[in-house]
């Protein structure tokens, strides 16, 4: 088992930068295939990005594709999520969570076993 913990949220305006991280709690960090979602108000929870136990494989969801980059730090327990050139309708409460699932870079929340509380996000026009 894992525990997640995001931080690095905030207000931002449109064009800006955000750094996000998720630290994890547990000896196992290495053997989750992790990944970032976001929830805007009235929205579904939505994809992302995710990342391979090694750091090797990425994917993203074309929304962000070319702004946003996930990356792990394995020896600290953390993961990423490097937010630039960030948009209004980028607004959400971003989650990172944990697949026991290695390497299969997954976009289906559901498929995801653990999750932090999240850590908001705005960005002003």
Known sequence: QVQL??????LVQAGGSLRLS????????TTYTMGWFRQGPGKEREFVAAISTS???TYYSDSVKGRF??????????VYLQMNSLKPEDTAIYYCAADRQQNILRASWTTYDYWGQGTQVTVSS
């Open 55 to 57: 750091g090797g494989m």
């Open 5 to 10: 913990g995001e931080s690095g949220g905030g």
């Open 22 to 29: 998720c630290a994890a709690s547990g000896r196992t960090f």
């Open 69 to 78: 980059t996930i990356s792990r730090d394995n020896a600290k327990n953390t």
